[in-house]
């Protein structure tokens, strides 16, 4: 419900979104007139009327009908040319109605709904020539591209910020983890690679790489060219090839990377307050001054050293090829400084909202391995963090603003138990909450040392609101990893297989050494292991769990380990603790430097793209790889608009050139009742000499609505169900 809070955002759109439907039935109305044909009515949106005007009548509440009637006893639609005239009135009335859904023009002799409405007037639409009838219904697509191309030439006149197509972080185990170089090398997309082409097609926005992703045809590749810098040595291009996958979250194809941060940290919006300062909480960058709003930190400023001699960000991160002078990508600097800590705490600089500069310490977090649990077909049905099959419990870090368990979950909830889901993993826990969407789950949390049975409430998503992350506070290990991938395709058993655990038992020790947490529990292995991992041999470590839930507190077993369980447990190394959300995302903007002629030729360019897209859309939802979930409607246009009117004017500008785009596409669909269809009438009647039989038309009309309709009904209640669920 946020979105309604800005009733501003939302006027905005509503007056964009009709300010678009407008400019579509002009061009049918000037079209008609132009060809001759009487237009009675002209609506801006639909359902009851708010308001009208006609010329002679002037404003009216409602109708201008009734004014008309008491002035000359009849309507004006009841009037024939040589009446209006006499009378001084105009022919049409221009009305706006209640329900922001759409608009039409009444021409005399035409309607959509009901095919047998025909008027033998010298001035109906029945009359006309075919081929001026074609100018009339495809003049509002016409109009609508000729908009979107004139919006587009005027966003890239001023310029539009978009998050740049720069890797900011890649998801373990996705398809760019594991994207192969044509040339040879390290397999794997990394943090700062510049995105330059998708399949030979310039990529200039980070948005573009989402499209081509989602667009990308089920199950194969596509070919990437970076720009990755190393080392201080000059930019060099890499090749790579990757099969996007279907993301688990948004239900889109997708290659599994985060865009980049800048170093500037983020100006969280109020709904996000909590969400931020508890964040930066955690990672230990909390003001100065009892949370002073003037030393509030606003920017990453240097690594290492003192607040004077620390190293600029272009040490652990030089600038990305091609983006402004200066830009950083604070993240992956900070990435780089805590693997080279090994562990120990490093220094940071930081700017206040006062200018000045503060330090901070941070404590690296120890890195974990990507354990990614097998499915059918050996894809990877999940992705975990843990250590050679062992898996953390999840921790609620956050409860989402507007979260439907905003009153019975917290943050600092340890999840023991999801129904019958013991110790569940990520994966594991959609799978419990699922068959509980729209209704309760009941949840077993440990909250203040004691075990808490909640109902937590289930959106119909399958989600409960909350942010979670590992609890790596706890040596408690969640449902064992048993079988994970391998490099070649197949999968291989994890040495925590052979120890059959069960969910929520306790690392005691690890090689003689007391476990606390799992930063002691990765410490032990690697000093139980330092012999073997000098001689590249196997290892069989003693462990000690305990299993309070069976009452026993002390069970002793073995880890036994491969040679390349050795080797793995000693390559893993450290992560900043800072998340890539508290900063801004790198910018970069589409402009034409204003050129008019370049943003003309990039207008058009952009208008073709959209158009492509758009049909490629439509085709990627008949093949399954882009769910009808993802459909939007009026409602959904609106919500999402209303975040966009915060990213700026002519952001703004370009979604609504967006939009216009789509409505000219979907209006000139080869389905009834809309343009495309009604053209195909035309067409049919230009080349037989003769009209659609009204039966035809009648039933083509009925299917036509049935198909509206149900996509109606579908997109409002996925729209309403988003704006109440946060989606």
């Known amino acids: 419900m946020e979105f309604l809070s800005n009733g501003w955002n939302v006027l905005l759109i509503l007056l964009g979104f009709g300010a678009l439907i407008f400019i579509h039935e002009l061009g049918h109305y000037m079209a008609a007139r132009w060809a001759g044909i009487r237009c009675e009515g002209f609506a801006v949106g639909m359902g009851p009327v708010l308001g009208a005007w006609r010329a002679g009548i002037g404003w009216r509440a409602g109708s201008t009908d009734p004014a008309t009637i008491a002035r000359f006893g009849k309507t004006a639609m009841e009037m024939d040319d040589d009446e209006l005239a006499r009378n001084g009135i105009g022919e049409t009335e221009w009305s706006l109605r209640a329900l922001p859904l759409g608009g039409y023009v009444k021409m005399l002799g035409q309607d959509d709904l009901d095919p047998t409405k025909v008027s033998p007037s010298r001035r109906s639409y029945q009359r006309a020539p075919v081929w001026k009838r074609m100018v009339v219904v495809s003049a509002g697509v016409a109009f609508n591209l000729v908009l979107a191309v004139a919006l587009f030439v005027l966003a890239f006149m001023v310029g539009v910020r978009f998050e740049a197509p720069v890797v900011g972080g890649v998801i373990p185990g996705s398809p760019a983890a594991a994207a192969v170089p044509m040339d040879g090398g390290t397999p794997g997309l990394r943090a700062g690679d510049a995105l330059v082409s998708i399949d030979g097609s310039p990529v200039h926005t980070f948005a573009d790489i989402q499209i081509a992703g989602a667009m990308a045809r089920p199950g194969e590749s596509i070919d990437i060219t970076v720009v990755r810098t190393e080392g ?24 599994g990377i985060e865009p980049a941060g800048s170093a500037t940290v983020g100006a969280a919006a109020p709904a996000e307050r909590e969400l931020f300062e508890s964040t930066m909480h955690a990672a230990g960058l909390d003001p100065e001054g009892s949370g002073a709003t003037a030393a509030r930190l606003t920017a990453l400023v240097g690594i290492g050293g003192s607040s004077t001699t620390g190293a600029p960000l272009e040490e652990y991160l030089p600038a990305t090829a091609g983006e402004p002078q200066g830009a950083t990508l604070a993240t992956a600097a900070l990435a780089e400084a805590a693997m080279r800590s090994g562990g120990t ?57 507007g979260s439907p368990n905003a009153d019975l979950l917290r943050a600092g909830d340890v999840i023991l138990r999801v129904e019958n889901a013991d110790g569940p993993r990520m994966a594991q826990l959609r799978a419990a909450l699922a068959p509980r969407a729209g209704g309760t789950a009941d949840v077993v949390v440990l909250r203040d040392g004691k075990e808490t049975i909640v109902a937590a409430r289930v959106d119909r998503a399958g989600r409960m609101g909350v942010l979670m992350g590992p609890a790596l506070d706890l040596p408690i290990t969640a449902s064992p990893i048993e079988r ?11 040495a925590a297989a052979a ?89 970069t903007r589409l402009t034409a430097h204003g050129n008019p002629s370049t943003a003309v030729a990039m207008g058009f360019r952009q208008t073709k793209t959209m158009v492509t897209m758009t049909y490629i859309t439509l085709d990627r939802i008949f093949r399954g790889s882009v769910g009808v979930e993802q459909l939007r409607g009026p409602v959904g246009i609106v919500h999402l608009g209303a975040r966009v009117v915060d990213r700026g004017a002519m952001y703004l500008v370009f979604f609504l050139a967006m939009i216009s785009v789509n409505l000219a596409v979907l209006n000139f669909l080869p389905l009834p009742i809309v343009d495309g269809g009604l053209f195909l009438y035309l067409l049919y009647e230009q080349l037989a000499g003769r009209a659609p039989s009204l039966r035809f038309q009648n039933a083509a009309t009925m299917v036509g609505l049935l198909l509206l309709g149900t996509l109606f009904l579908f997109t409002f209640y996925n729209d309403v169900m988003r704006i109440f669920t946060g989606g």
């Open 232 to 255: 201080g040595s000059a930019p060099r291009e890499i090749h790579f090839t990757v099969t996007p996958r279907k993301d688990a979250v948004t239900g889109l194809l997708a290659i």
């Open 345 to 401: 705490p490093f220094a940071t600089q930081w700017r206040t909202a006062a200018g000045t500069t503060v330090e901070r310490s941070l404590v690296p977090i120890p890195d974990l391995q990507t354990l990614a649990a097998p499915a059918a077909g050996g894809e990877p049905a999940e992705i975990d963090r843990g250590i050679l099959g062992l898996v953390p419990l999840m921790r609620i870090q956050s409860v989402a603003a």
């Open 484 to 494: 994970v991938v391998d490099g070649t395709g197949g999968t291989q058993p994890t």
């Open 499 to 587: 120890l059959a655990l069960l969910p929520r038992m306790r690392i005691e020790e690890v090689g003689g050494t007391p476990v606390t947490d799992w930063a002691s529990l990765r410490a032990a292995l690697r000093t139980a292991t330092t012999d073997a991992a000098a001689r590249g041999e196997a290892e069989s470590v003693p462990v000690v769990v305990s299993a309070p839930t069976l009452g026993r507190e002390r069970i002793e077993t073995a880890l036994a380990l491969s040679p390349a369980d050795v080797r793995s447990v000693h390559a893993l190394g450290w992560l900043s603790p800072v998340p890539p959300a508290i900063f801004e995302p790198l910018m």
